[in-house]
């Protein structure tokens, strides 16, 4: 069990699932104080973090987790109980284009990290307490047939250099619990879903096209399947492996809803004509699912994932609250209303 008090440094909190987790952290955690080190880049934004900005509990620093000289500096002038480590690139299109960020940042970035604690809590004779925890995915174990699920005994298998990239910082990650004892932990979860994802993810994507009129791109023939997981789920999930996961272990973290991309466009496209019929009726359709358009696959296209973590569950005890067609419904809402706003409408 770790000190549940103290400051804990996130690394990219200004993203989807950092600003959720801060969020949710933060309320669960009365005596924590939060260090947010995040280099905004395209897909981080201030604008994640309202709900906690004000809070005297919450600090934020503007920073690059490459940057040798600044991680060394937070961990002399913070004393970080332990690291919650979501930054990354993180967009499978962009690695593809071109992979150099990602190997700096997800490899070399968490190799700075992973250095400046080590140092810092050998120093302090707690290598072996406190805690770096890194947020993982799925697809470092690449691609399934149509039956069977990742493990965690699961062989890395990376198909592109996003999860190349994710799969070579948890192989750092583990290297430095091995060689120096530290107190590592990973956590490798499925496809999430929820508020204040980047717009240029699928289900963004999709609600923001409808809401556009415009054509709705789904790769190849929408059959790949992910498995997804609820971002508040995957934060209580996060919450149970930062303080009770055993070191050195990686527990899985999946949504038990296995779904193709075709099938997630439409439910959006039926929940979008339920609470936007006078968008449909401008842009001249009776459904949004007129806008669906099968496009070119995408290069070395994962054909499916699913997430045993029977693990987490049965030593942990956690298990996702939500139910896809709510969170989904909800999600979709969330987007909707954020969009009323920027239009005006
Ligand atoms: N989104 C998913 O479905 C999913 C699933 C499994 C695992 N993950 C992992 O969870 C983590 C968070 O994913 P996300 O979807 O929230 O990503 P995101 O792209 O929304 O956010 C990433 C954040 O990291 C910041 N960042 C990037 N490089 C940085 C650097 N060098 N220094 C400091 N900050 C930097 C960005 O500014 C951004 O705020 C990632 O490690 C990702 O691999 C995501």
């Known amino acids: 069990m770790n000190n549940q008090e103290g400051t804990i440094l996130i690394t990219g909190g200004a993203g989807f699932i950092g600003s959720n987790f801060i969020q949710y952290f933060m309320g669960e955690h009365p005596n924590v104080t939060i260090l947010n080190i995040d280099k905004l880049t395209y897909a981080g934004s201030t604008d994640n973090l309202k709900e906690?900005?004000?809070?005297?509990?919450?600090?934020?620093?503007?920073?690059?987790?490459?940057?040798?000289?600044?991680?060394?500096?937070?961990?002399?002038?913070?004393?970080?109980?332990?690291?919650?480590?979501?930054?990354?690139?993180?967009h499978v299109d962009r690695s593809i284009e071109d992979s150099r960020a990602f190997i700096e940042s997800n490899v070399l970035g968490t190799m700075t990290l992973l250095q400046a604690a080590r140092d810092d809590w050998e120093k302090k004779g707690e290598i072996s307490s406190r805690r770096f925890h890194q947020i993982s995915t799925d697809e470092i174990y690449g691609s399934l047939g149509s039956d069977g699920k990742f493990s965690e005994e699961t062989t890395y298998d990376p198909r592109n250099p996003y999860s190349a990239s994710k799969a070579g910082a948890n192989l750092l990650v583990k290297s430095f619990g091995y060689t120096y004892g530290m107190n590592i932990v990973i956590s490798s979860s499925s496809n999430n879903y929820g508020p204040k994802q980047h717009k240029e993810k699928l289900i963004p994507t999709i609600i923001r096209k409808a809401l556009a009129g415009e054509h709705i791109p789904i790769y190849g023939d929408g059959k790949n399947i992910r498995d997804w997981l609820y971002v508040e789920d995957h934060c209580r999930a996060l919450d149970a492996i930062y303080h009770q996961g055993k070191p050195l272990e990686t527990y899985n973290?999946?949504?038990?809803?296995?779904?193709?991309?075709?099938?997630?466009?439409?439910?959006?496209?039926?929940?979008?004509?339920?609470?936007?019929?006078?968008?449909?009726?401008?842009?001249?359709?009776?459904s949004f699912?007129?806008?669906?358009?099968?496009?070119?696959?995408?290069k070395g296209h994962d054909r499916r994932y699913a997430v045993d973590d029977r693990k987490l569950r049965n030593e942990l005890g956690w298990?996702?609250?939500?139910?896809?067609?709510?969170?989904l419904r909800k999600t979709v809402e969330w987007y909707v209303k954020q969009w009323n706003l920027q239009t005006n409408r």
């Open 319 to 327: 298990k996702p609250k939500e139910d896809l067609d709510d969170a």
């Open 253 to 286: 973290v999946g949504g038990g809803n296995e779904k193709t991309n075709i099938a997630i466009a439409k439910q959006i496209c039926d929940i979008l004509d339920q609470i936007k019929p006078e968008i449909k009726l401008q842009a001249g359709i009776h």
């Open 52 to 90: 906690v900005e004000r809070s005297d509990r919450y600090q934020f620093i503007h920073g690059d987790i490459a940057h040798v000289s600044l991680v060394k500096h937070v961990f002399q002038n913070y004393d970080i109980r332990g690291v919650i480590h979501f930054a990354a690139e993180s």
């Open 289 to 298: 699912k007129e806008l669906i358009t099968f496009t070119e696959d995408r």
